[in-house]
């Protein structure tokens, strides 16, 4: 099993600059890098502050000139926000860019909140069907002359300028939930990312349970498959309480902007009181600790054996947490030093 990280910048109030988060998220990116992590990914969002990504591309050619090996991937794009020559374009020079280090993970979106501003009018569904039409025009551009007459979109013979570096293209990745979304993605021979969120191994078995029915029906080559979870390492009890506390917090803010009910300004969410995530009681810290990957190292190393096993070829460390960059830092260094030789 192969290691990435997964990161964004992220501002939790008025008095953090941009500039030194920008600071801190490329420097959790070099520890990756020079760790032998596989990949690192970042995603797209507009209008939040919860999760700064306006365009993943181009953060990641300029992570390419911060770092020498790692692969570099969209974690993901919205599907639903591009067209498809738009992205494969994009792709393609950012493959360029980088000398041919990208990898292209692609979704329908997830948040109302980006629906409403950037479609308006979208939902879930339609989103879906959105990405299952652009995804595979992709290739078909990358090789060229392609032309298409679709429910969205409709274009005459079109090339991808420029071409990618990669052969055929970088890499496709389907962010994937539902089984008919492990089908849509496996017998189009792209890989698939799975994200349990906070509901635990339950919900990591039966991730990989859908992905494997789907492989069952696919002839062609097996595609990879990726765990994204939020994970922390800690030095003792005391650091793993409060690494519980930090991500009930996350998970609680996520599920307000997921929500879309509560007033935003200046990109950051109506703050949420004590009282309100106490009442949570989902959310709650001990449910956490126990639902993700959070733990000691041989913790942690046991948790991702059992995920090791189940065939998980890649686990992506989601770093994002609200949490200060100094605790992310520490986690991530005790992961690198004391989880990752073990799998080596």
């Not at 290739?139 to 679709?150: I, Q, S, V």
Request: with cysteine; hydrophobic share 40%.
């Amino acid at each position: 099993m192969e290691f990435s990280l997964f990161a964004h910048m992220e501002r939790l109030s008025p008095d953090q600059p941009h500039e030194k988060l920008y600071e801190e998220f490329i420097a959790l990116c070099k520890m990756a890098d020079e760790a032998g992590m596989r990949a690192v990914w970042t995603g797209e969002h507009h209008g939040m502050d919860f999760t700064i990504a306006p365009n993943p591309l181009m953060s990641l050619v300029d992570i390419a000139h911060h770092t020498k090996n790692v692969r570099l991937g969209t974690g993901t794009v919205v599907a639903p926000f591009w067209h498809p020559i738009k992205l494969a374009g994009e792709t393609a020079a950012a493959d360029l860019m980088t000398g041919g280090r990208i990898e292209l993970g692609i979704a329908r979106g997830a948040y109302s909140y980006e629906y409403e501003r950037m479609m308006p009018g979208m939902d879930a569904w339609d989103a879906g069907q959105r990405m299952r039409e652009i995804a595979p025009l992709l290739p078909r551009l990358w090789a060229g002359d392609c032309d298409h007459d679709g429910e969205y979109f409709k274009f005459p013979a079109t090339t991808s300028a420029p071409k990618p570096v990669q052969p055929g293209g970088p890499p496709i990745w389907i962010a994937a939930r539902d089984p008919n979304s492990h089908e849509f993605g496996v017998q189009n021979g792209f890989n698939i990312q799975v994200t349990p969120l906070w509901q635990g191994m339950h919900e990591i078995e039966t991730l990989m349970g859908r992905f494997e029915d789907a492989c069952a029906n696919h002839e062609g080559p097996r595609p990879k498959i990726m765990l994204l979870h939020h994970t922390y390492v800690g030095s003792d009890d005391d650091d793993l309480g409060q690494a519980a506390r930090d991500l009930s917090r996350f998970y609680n803010y996520f599920g307000a902007w997921f929500q879309n009910k509560r007033p935003v300004r200046q990109g950051l969410i109506q703050t949420l009181t004590d009282e309100e995530m106490a009442a949570n009681t989902m959310m709650a810290p001990e449910n956490l600790a126990r639902d993700l990957t959070v733990g000691t190292p041989d913790g942690v190393t046991e948790r991702l054996k059992r995920y090791e096993d189940l065939g998980y070829d890649e686990y992506s460390f989601w770093i994002d947490s609200g949490m200060s960059f100094e605790r992310k830092r520490a986690s991530l260094a005790r992961f690198i030093d004391d989880v990752m030789p073990k799998f080596q």
